[in-house]
């Protein structure tokens, strides 16, 4: 099997994993979940992100989980527009991701723009980033498939991150947005990406709504891909794509990754202690396959 000797995982709990959840988690609650998680090994991670209140009313306090979380590793805030990048500047993060998704419904639906505007939008923006030294990252969501649209068209997505990479991002991360890939899918569309996109990062981005996500990560290892985003404690989701559940368990992601040989660097029982200190602040059941088992073996 092909399998690396290390995988970067890159946690996007704080963000994607607390942006669908309806009741505010008090922000001192996001920074002890974010400083556990570091505690935990996470080397690399989406804290927050600078997005219309209005929109994600999650996502207010973001400028304050920044400040007090900083530090000790890649951190990542997401924004989508000149006002989100500007509301950056006022930090010190330097990393920055932006967003866009390959169906142009769901992009109008999430961001109020169609695919080529926000494309076109997006380019002085990551110039200027890229002038500035920020580390970009492009989230390209629906990827697979579109809950507006269906079947992405492959050539759709590699044309898409094709147009990034001529930007200048550092790091494409590539979504099953609303969790309806299979391995087939996954292998194929990152064999195609590994071949056409040359040295950027590439990464990708599970959502579990069908419980296929293990085994689309085990069909991307085996297309060379090494970055997984996940979210700790499996929670997560989009807003604006109706039927996305939360992404694939950081826990179970290491679980498997560690039991096959492949260093992640991740501690599993300060990543279960992350989980627990977020777990009492969301109403999504929390019943991932190692954080279950963890607290039964302790009782
Ligand atoms: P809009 O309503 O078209 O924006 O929303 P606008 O430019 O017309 O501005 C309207 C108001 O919002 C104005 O305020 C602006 O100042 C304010 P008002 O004058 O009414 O008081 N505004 C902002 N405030 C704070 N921060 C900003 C900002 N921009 C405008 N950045 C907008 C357009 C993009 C703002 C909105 O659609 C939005 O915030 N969308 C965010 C959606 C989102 O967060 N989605 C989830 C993240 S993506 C994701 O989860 C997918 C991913 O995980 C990969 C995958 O799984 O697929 C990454
Ligand atoms: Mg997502």
């Known amino acids: 099997m092909n399998l690396p000797e290390q995988a970067m995982i890159i946690e996007v709990g704080p963000r994607d994993g607390l942006q669908n959840e309806k009741s505010f988690v008090p922000t001192e609650i996001k920074k002890e979940f974010i400083g556990q998680l570091k505690k935990a090994g996470i080397k690399e991670m989406e804290l927050t992100s600078f997005v219309s209140p209005k929109w994600v009313p999650q996502m207010k306090d973001a400028s304050e989980v920044v400040e007090a979380s900083l530090g000790g590793g890649r951190d990542i805030v997401l924004a989508p527009n000149k006002k989100g990048i500007q509301r950056v500047y006022g930090t010190s993060c330097k990393a920055v991701a932006v967003f866009v998704g390959v169906s142009s419904t769901f992009n109008k639906k999430n961001?109020?723009?169609?695919?080529?505007?926000?494309?076109?939008?997006?380019?002085?923006?990551?110039?200027?980033l890229k002038e500035k030294n920020y580390f970009v990252r492009a989230c390209i969501s629906t990827a697979f498939y579109c809950p507006y649209e269906g079947k992405i068209n492959p050539e759709s997505t590699v044309s898409l991150c094709q147009r990034f990479v001529g930007m200048g991002v550092d790091e494409l991360s590539v979504a099953d947005t609303i969790g309806m890939a299979n391995p087939?899918?996954?292998?194929?569309?990152?064999?195609?990406?590994?071949?056409?996109?040359?040295?950027?990062l590439l990464t990708a981005h599970f959502h579990d709504t069908r419980k296929m996500a293990l085994a689309n990560i085990l069909a991307s290892l085996q297309a060379g891909v090494d970055r997984f985003d996940a979210s700790a404690g499996g929670l997560g989701g989009c807003p604006f794509a109706p039927g996305a559940t939360g992404?694939?368990?950081?826990?179970?992601?290491?679980?498997m990754l560690e039991n096959m040989g492949v260093s992640t660097g991740i501690n599993l029982d300060e990543l279960v202690s992350a989980i627990d200190i977020v777990k009492p602040h969301v109403t999504r059941t929390i019943e991932t396959g190692y954080y279950r088992l963890a607290h039964a073996i302790e009782q």
């Open 184 to 200: 087939k899918n996954s292998f194929e569309l990152f064999s195609k990406l590994k071949s056409s996109l040359g040295e950027v």
């Open 247 to 255: 992404n694939v368990a950081t826990e179970d992601v290491v679980y």
């Open 111 to 128: 961001i109020n723009k169609t695919t080529e505007e926000a494309v076109t939008d997006l380019e002085p923006i990551i110039s200027e």
